[in-house]
Structures are given as C-alpha cells and as structure tokens.
C-alpha cells in the first residue's frame, strides 16, 4: 500500500488539446480519494496518467517512495477498474480473475487461493464458470472489481465504475466499494461525475474544472465553504444561490433586501456574491422576522421535502429548501430570510472564496 | 380489402423481383451456356438454349496451349491470383495497423490526415493512369508484378484504414489498457485482445480489397504488355479483337475469373455479415 503524490502535472494531446492544465494531488496511503468533475475537465486523463496508460507532458507522479513517470503501468503495482468494465470476453470469469496473476507468473496453487479469495469477497462463486455476455453490467462490474482485487496492488484506480449501472444497483455497489476499501485499508482513486457518488464515497474529494484542482476538502468541507463559484455551483443539488450582496450596516445585503449574517474578514471595495445553500433560508409567513416579501414562482414536491423557487424581488429567483410539512402554493406571498450561518462569499471577479 | 391490397402489392414486387432477377442473371447464364457449347453451337441461328451438346473442351483450352503445355492464359490466372493476393494482404498488414492508430491515438491533425488518405480516393483511379505509366517508366517497374500490386496496394490502403478505423473504434479501449495494466506492452495488447475482435471487420475488408484487385482492368492493360506478367482482365480482354473471336473460349476463361471471388465470399459469408452489422451492436 502507498500515498500517491502527483506533482505539477501537465498533459498537452499532440493535436494541441490540453487535458491537464496544472494538477497538484496528495493523495494519503489508505484514502479513497475522490476526482469530482465535469467531462473534459481532466479527471480521466489524470487517473490515466498515474495508471501509466497516458504519458504526461510536464510533471511528476510518485507511487509511495516511487516515481514512476517512466514505469510501464504493468510495473506501477496498481490495479484498475474501467466504466466499461473490461472483462476479456472470450475468457470464463475465474480466468478473467486469474489472468493478471498468470500473466504475473504466480504458482499455480497461489493463483487458485487467490482467485477464490477475491469470489469469495465479491460473492461470485456461482458465476465463476461463465463468459462476460452471459453476467449482468452488476456482476460484471462485481468480477471487474474482484479482477482488481486480486492483484493485492498498492492502489486501486477506480474511473467511473458505476456510471453504466441503474441506479438501485450503483447505490447498492456504491456501499459495497466502500466497505471493501474499508476492509482492505488499500489506496483508492475514484474518478466520477457524480457529486453523490463523491459524497457519500469519499474520505476527500477534488473539485477538478479546466484541468486544475478548484477545491480539495473532505465532503463536509466541500459542501459548506466551496472554494471557488465554480465549486459552489457544482456541489449540491439544487446548487447554491449565488446572490449578489453588498456591505451595508453590519449585514450582508441582497438586492431585494435579503439580509445575511456576515462572516468574519470581509474585504471592502469589492463585488461580492454569497453563496446559499438552500436549507439556509426560509420560505414563512409573509411578514415575519427579519423576513423580506417573496412569492412562491413554484415548488417541486420531493417527497420528503419541497424545494420552493422564490421570487424576493432579487436578481435571480432562489431555491429554497423546506420540510415537507411546510405548504405554500404557488404564487403565495411569503417571507423570505436567511436562518444559516454566515454565508461563503466570493469575489465576482476572480470568482474565488474570500470569507 | 386490405388484404388483397397486400397480396397485389407483393404479386408486383415478385413480378418486379423476378424480371430483375432475369436481366441480372441471364448475362451469367448465357456466359456458362456458351462456356459448355461447341462452337458451331455458339454461332447457332436461332440460339440454342438447351439442346446443345455439352463440352469442357474450352475449359481445357483455358489451362492448356494448343501444343500440350501451360497456356498463356493459365499464366495470366496464376498472376492474377499472385498480384490479386499479395496486394491485399499488403494493403491488410499496413492498413489495420494504420485505422488502430488512427482510433486510439490523439494524433496531430488526425482529421486532416484521415481526409486526406480519403482524398485519394475522390477520383477514379483512371485519372491518373498517364501520371502512373511515366513514373513506373522512369522507376523501371513498367511490365512487372511488383509494379501492380503496389498500386494495388496504394489504392486500398486508404479504403482498408477507412473501413477498419470504423471497426476498432466499436472495441472498446478499456480491453487493452486492461491488458497494458496486465503487463503486456501496447502492441501486445493489441495483437492478443483487440485483433482477435477484429478479424469480422478484417474478412469483410479483405473480401473487398481483394475484389477490387482481381477485378482491376485499367492500370493492368496500361502497366503491362507481356504476357508473362499480365493478370487475367486485360488477358481476356485480349482473347477479342483478332479475325474471329473464340467466344467458347472467351465464356470459359471468364467463368474461371469469376469462381474464385465467388467461393471466397461464400467461404468467409459468416464475417462478411458479422463484419456489415457489426457497428448495429450497442457495446
């Protein structure tokens, strides 16, 4: 098992594309490390890179003690899972699992021991004799990771194993990668775009956009002060409102007249834009406390919760997130007010935390 | 109503069908007919459809010389065969390569470069056939085999990258960054987990390379004179055009011509189809 540090790396495409721009990681021995991003943001290319499956144009990438920007990924001792899975397809599951271990040139009982370990631990005993067209996208994903798990690699690189599953069964597999990471106490690199999956997995979470980190912060950190507009937009669903507010006798003020608990710090003679999560405000009865008249534009039932979309006069309507028991139909006049914390507040212009 | 509205469509597709059938095919028939004739039932007024006397005598006239011995037109077959053959397997060991690079690599300027070995192909190929001629004049490759199966060659390189890159872009990637993580090396991992995934999609492009060279008149009538290099279109187009015409055995050497792409379709029909609906198939 080992850390894995990844140094100023860069990747440029020959055709000109830049993957990476500028990435700093340092990924803890025994994380699950989480790569949040959009497509095209950078995420791939640098999994790839550390797996040695891309040759970065400037940086470093060390493997434990290793660097291994010059190690062929055979010699990297790591193991990876794909989104597609990549099971040979002409090959029995137990030769699938037992492949890397033959091509390693283990004796042939420590394959056996091995391969069953690995069934066993991903419950695949009944699948064992049969072809990758003969499983289910569950099962293979189960024996792509039990094909991992074999390997006993230093790390795991995981690039959005579970995009190609429905979602009873990326929930269910979602649980089951982080027990077993748990279990084996192994180095683990997950790639997603998805910001559940990064969530509730990891132990800390990347932000990449544009091909350099926004924000690196365990999951509770990324969602309560994003680091940047970009990351404040991207976490959270429905994301946060972005507000326009100014200074203004001790309070952050809003147009429309929202009022927000101002954070420590602030710096004078900028724009500045608050960030709202929409379980910090609060649709009441109109004229309540320190409470600005809105109008409920519409409200989406969730079940056990509502999100209201509100007009507070602002220039932009804000999400607002409210227990089921609260009931407001559409076009009600309502209050509005801020019941959270000090909101995070960015620079309009370099779109960045400041407070 | 309906029904019937049905039945008298279909009676017109058959109608259509069979009338189609008749003028693709009775050139075919008429061929092998004359191919089995005696030649004063060839010449027969009215045409004699089916009580003729059946004779291979043609067909022996095809591989063997009037004096015992090889004919010139066995020679021409054998060429055929020999330049048809080479120049596709040629074009197959370059051009699978080439379209697998071409779908797994960023490569600078991909697209202008895939465009362009598809220029190559815009024009007919007879455009060019003068240009050819001098060059092959000034390199010494006029009247030779080798000279044949490279252009051959060149022209279905592009057509064999074109239709292969479509083919390797339908196999996944993952199989060979698996296999690299596996320890093989990227050629390795090409050779042993995405060729073997390719070979419907290689038949299917050899079939059709290999049709176009064992088809290919222009550039053999222009590129060669002798008769130990001709391949057999030009040949047999040469078997008209002197006092009389030996139509006998004009018809058998073109049957001959004709079987071999046949029964190789035939051999390989099972990829060829695989190979056609391949890209239908959801990964």
Known sequence: MAGI???????????????????????????????????????????????????????????????VNDLPPAER?????????????????????????????????????????????????????????????????????????????????????LTNLDAELRADMRTEIKHLQGELG??????????????????????????????VGTPLEVYDRP??????AFI??????????????????????LALAPPPGLPRDRRLVAGVRPEALEVAEPGADSSVPARVVSAEWLGDEIIYVVDHGGARDVRVRMPATVRFDTDARVGLRHTGRAPAVYDVRTEELVA | MAVSARRGR?????????????????????????????????????????????????????????????STLSTSFLNSVIVAGVSTVLATVLGVPAAWAYSRFALKAKKDQLFFILSTRFMPPVVVVIPIFLMYRQVGLIDSALG??????????????????????????????????????????FRKFTLPLLVPGIAATAVFALIFSWNEFVFAIFLTSSDDVRTAPPAIAGLIGGTTVDWGLVAASSVVFALPVLVFAYLVRKHLVAGVTLGAVRR
Not at chain 1, 194 to 211: F, P, T
Not at chain 1, 227 to 232: E, P, T, V
Not at chain 2, 26 to 34: A, K, Q, S, Y
Not at chain 2, 155 to 167: E, R
């Open chain 1, 236 to 257: 959270g669903s429905p994301p946060m409102n972005l507000i326009e507010v100014e200074v203004a006798d001790g309070k952050l003020r809003g147009q429309g007249g």
């Open chain 1, 5 to 67: 540090e990844v140094t100023a790396l860069h990747k440029r495409y020959p055709d000109g594309t830049v993957a990476v721009e500028h990435v700093d990681l340092s990924i803890a021995d025994g994380e699950l490390f989480v790569m949040l991003g959009p497509s095209g943001c950078g995420k791939t290319t640098t999994l790839r890179a550390v797996a040695g499956l891309e040759r970065q144009t400037t940086g470093d990438i060390r493997i434990g003690e290793t660097l």
């Open chain 2, 10 to 70: 279909s009676a017109l597709e058959i109608v259509l069908l069979t009338v189609l059938a008749v003028v693709m095919l009775f050139p075919v028939l008429w061929m092998i007919e004359t191919s089995l004739k005696e030649n004063r039932d060839v010449y027969a007024v009215p045409a004699k459809f089916l009580d003729f006397k059946i004779t291979l005598d043609h067909y022996r006239d095809v591989f063997v010389s009037s004096g015992g011995g090889r």
């Open chain 1, 227 to 232: 680091a940047s507009l970009f990351c404040a």
């Open chain 1, 186 to 215: 192994t180095t683990m690199v997950y790639v997603t775009h998805d910001q559940v999956e990064a969530m509730s997995l990891g132990h800390r979470i990347a932000i990449l956009n544009k091909g350099r980190v926004e924000q």
């Open chain 2, 148 to 189: 044949l199966i490279l252009i051959y060659t060149a022209f279905n390189v592009p057509f064999t990258i074109w239709m292969m890159k479509g083919f390797v872009d339908e196999v996944p990637a993952e199989y060979e960054d698996a296999a690299m993580l596996d320890g093989y090396t990227r050629l390795q991992a």
């Open chain 1, 77 to 161: 001792d790591i193991a990876m899972v794909f989104q597609f899975y990549a099971l040979y397809p002409h090959l029995r599951t137990r030769d699938n699992l037992a492949f890397p271990l033959r091509a390693e040139g283990l004796p042939k009982r420590e394959v056996q021991e091995r391969v069953d370990e690995a069934a066993r631990l991903m419950r695949l005993a009944p699948l064992l004799n049969r072809r990758p067209r003969q499983l289910s996208g569950g099962e293979q994903q189960r024996v792509a990771l039990a094909r991992a798990l074999v390997r006993r690699p230093r790390a795991f690189l995981m690039d959005e194993p």
